[in-house]
T-cell receptor, first 114, second 115 residues
Framework: DAGVIQSPRHEVTEMGQEVTLRCKPISGHDYLFWYRQTMMRGLELLIYFNNNVPIDDSGMPEDRFSAKMPNASFSTLKIQPSEPRDSAVYFC????????????FGPGTRLTVT | AQKVTQAQTEISVVEKEDVTLDCVYETRDTTYYLFWYKQPPSGELVFLIRRNSFDEQNEISGRYSWNFQKSTSSFNFTITASQVVDSAVYFCALRANFGNEKLTFGTGTRLTIIP
């Protein structure tokens, strides 16, 4: 089975531009998570969805960040406008409630904002 | 609130040596899950193991073993006969407060196996 798929794998953009990161969870999983990883702050949970509904977005840093999950197989994380301090690796993960809740991570998107 | 502490920031050992990575957790919940993840140099996060709070049996998988002790709130990870491919950052994580799917991660331990 395919794992969690993220695109793009690398993104370089200029400050002020809009950035959209994409994620396809593992088929059948009903939870989807967005994380950010930096050297300074480690792994941070930004938001998670259950059955396409946002459950906890308390980790979203500010209004410049937004996430959507229009259907069970697709989610986006958008940053508008982007800033250099947004540079990080963004991971998407999914899990299955009827399993044991371990989260499976995608390969990540390395975002660089210049 | 939940907290996971991985006091060892970096560890280096010579290949074939055994190495133990420490994980100490804090939670007020009586039911919780503990996890270990591996992040190799390629960057992806790989799930290694899940342990339930009501199951204190130790687990062995090949060269990997895990020691869960509720009395000391620890969930340590031992690699026996280490190999260069074990070089990675290892994260311990906690899920408690059932009804909430959040994982609380430790800061990770960078393990370097010297050939």
């Amino acid at each position: 089975d395919a794992g969690v798929i993220q695109s793009p794998r690398h993104e370089v953009t200029e400050m002020g531009q809009e950035v959209t990161l994409r994620c396809k969870p593992i088929s059948g999983h009903d939870y989807l998570f967005w994380y950010r990883q930096t050297m300074m702050r480690g792994l941070e949970l930004l938001i998670y969805f259950n059955n396409n509904v946002p459950i906890d977005d308390s980790g979203m840093p500010e209004d410049r960040f937004s996430a959507k999950m229009p259907n069970a197989s697709f989610s986006t994380l958008k940053i508008q406008p982007s800033e250099p301090r947004d540079s990080a690796v963004y991971f998407c993960a999914s899990s299955f409630r009827e399993g044991h809740h371990e989260q499976y991570f995608g390969p990540g998107t390395r975002l660089t904002v210049t | 609130a939940q907290k996971v502490t991985q006091a060892q920031t970096e560890i280096s050992v010579v290949e074939k040596e055994d190495v133990t990575l420490d994980c100490v957790y804090e939670t007020r919940d009586t039911t919780y899950y503990l996890f270990w993840y591996k992040q190799p140099p390629s960057g992806e996060l790989v799930f290694l193991i899940r342990r339930n709070s009501f199951d204190e049996q130790n687990e062995i998988s090949g060269r990997y073993s895990w020691n869960f002790q509720k009395s000391t709130s620890s969930f340590n990870f031992t690699i026996t006969a280490s190999q260069v491919v074990d070089s990675a950052v290892y994260f311990c994580a906690l899920r408690a407060n059932f009804g909430n799917e959040k994982l609380t991660f430790g800061t990770g331990t960078r393990l370097t196996i010297i050939p």
